[in-house]
Each structure stands twice: as C-alpha cells, then as structure tokens.
C-alpha cells in the first residue's frame, strides 16, 4: 500500500491553457473523488467514480472541467481554457468504503 | 442534500487544556459523520468516523466524538492537547451511498505553549 499519489504536485499555467492532473488510487480502491480545496476553504466536492463509471458530478461544476477513470484504475481531471478563478488545490481520494485516503494534492497555479 | 458548518474558524487553546471544536450537520435523512485532520504542508486524515452504533467514537491521537442526533452536531474533544495537535480540523458528512461528501470550513486549532 503506498498511499494516494497525485501528479504533478503543483503546476503554474497561463489563463486560457488546458491542464491534466493525475490520480492513482490505492490499487483495490473501487471508489475515487475529485476535490477543490481553496485557502481557508474545505474540500469542495467536484466528482465521484465506482470503478470506471462516472456516478456524481458537482452541480457547481463547470463544463471546462471533465475527469475520466479508464479501465477504474487511475483517474484524470482536465480543466480547458483555465481562469484565475481556478487557482486551489486539487485533491484526490480512494476508498472502498467511507474512510478516504486523501492524496498530497496537486496546486494549480493560473497566472 | 447534506451541509456541515463549522462555528468556529480558529481555537487557540493551552498545551494540556481540554479543546472541543464544534460541528453542525443538515439532512433530511440518516448521515455518517466524520473528522479529518490536516497538518501543515500534508494531506487529510482520518481521525475517526460515526457510521452506526455508540454515539461516542474513539479515533486516534485521544480525540473523541459525539453523535447528537438530535442536535445534528458531532463535535470534536480531546481532554488535554498537545503542541503536535495544532492544525486544520474538517468535519465532514455523507449519506449511505457514499457519493458525495460535504465538507465544512475547517477549523484552526492552535496549541500554546
């Protein structure tokens, strides 16, 4: 069991790029969540897979954002044509029940 | 759907002073309840969860829980703090499948000397 891991771990980017973040889960996690975390803020819910299927997805959400879990194992987040506002830190969970572990999280930086 | 307030955004309290940080839930149905903790420059982690059962849960590092049903709270103790217990504490809740979890504010919890 090596943990959570999230790559990269920050990324600067200029407003109007696409970015991908990267998650692998604990390998027999069948349950992974996207999270935005801003200073001050707690986790904000953004989405939620079961294996490869997609079952929940913030109303908040932005069409920009879209995250894909081929195959359940690891997962992707793409944010297209970035804005400032999508500056925080991005967070990764896995479970196979209700206790997440959280990955080191990925800080996006929109300059 | 679920939300969780967090009255408190920062508690400074005495090394070996008993803390509690205070969390309200809403729902219309039955929830499962957590507390996590986040220390400078690291991830979230567990410290306990309520899913069924005793109303007093146990986690680690000798914090403790409460769940008040009636009160829809679920705050945090721990009898006598450490320097090392200073840091971000999130409650959070869900519901039995598990598909979303809403996360409250945090609050701070800064241990003096």
């Known amino acids: 069991d090596t943990g959570v891991s999230q790559d990269p771990r920050h990324k600067i980017t200029k407003r109007g790029q696409n970015v991908t973040f990267r998650c692998d889960p604990i390998?027999?996690?069948?349950?992974l969540y996207w999270y935005r975390q801003t200073l001050g803020q707690g986790p904000e819910f953004l989405t939620y897979?079961?294996?490869?299927?997609?079952?929940?997805k913030s109303r908040l959400l932005s069409d920009r954002f879209s995250a894909e879990r081929p195959k359940g194992s690891f997962s992707t987040l793409e944010i297209q044509r970035t804005e400032q506002g999508d500056s925080a830190m991005y967070l990764c969970?896995?479970?196979?029940?209700?206790?997440?572990?959280f990955g080191p999280g990925t800080r996006l930086t929109v300059t | 759907a679920q939300s969780v307030t967090q009255l408190d955004s920062q508690v400074p309290v005495f090394e070996e002073a008993p803390v509690e940080l205070r969390c309200n839930y809403s729902?219309?149905?039955?929830?499962?309840l957590f507390w996590y903790v986040q220390y400078p420059n690291q991830g979230l982690q567990l410290l306990l969860k309520?899913?069924?059962?005793?109303?007093l849960v146990k986690g680690i590092n000798g914090f403790e829980a409460e769940f008040n049903k009636s009160q829809t709270s679920f705050h945090l103790r721990k009898p006598s703090v450490h320097i090392s217990d200073t840091a971000e504490y999130f409650c959070?809740?869900?519901?039995?499948?598990?598909?979303?979890?809403?996360f409250g504010t945090g609050t701070s919890l800064t241990v003096i000397p």
């Open positions: 390998s027999e996690h069948n349950r």
């Open positions: 897979f079961q294996n490869e299927a997609q079952l929940e």
């Open positions: 309520y899913l069924s059962g005793s109303t």
């Open positions: 729902s219309s149905v039955s929830v499962y």
């Open positions: 969970a896995s479970t196979t029940t209700y206790e997440q572990y």
């Open positions: 959070a809740v869900t519901v039995n499948t598990g598909n979303q979890f809403y």
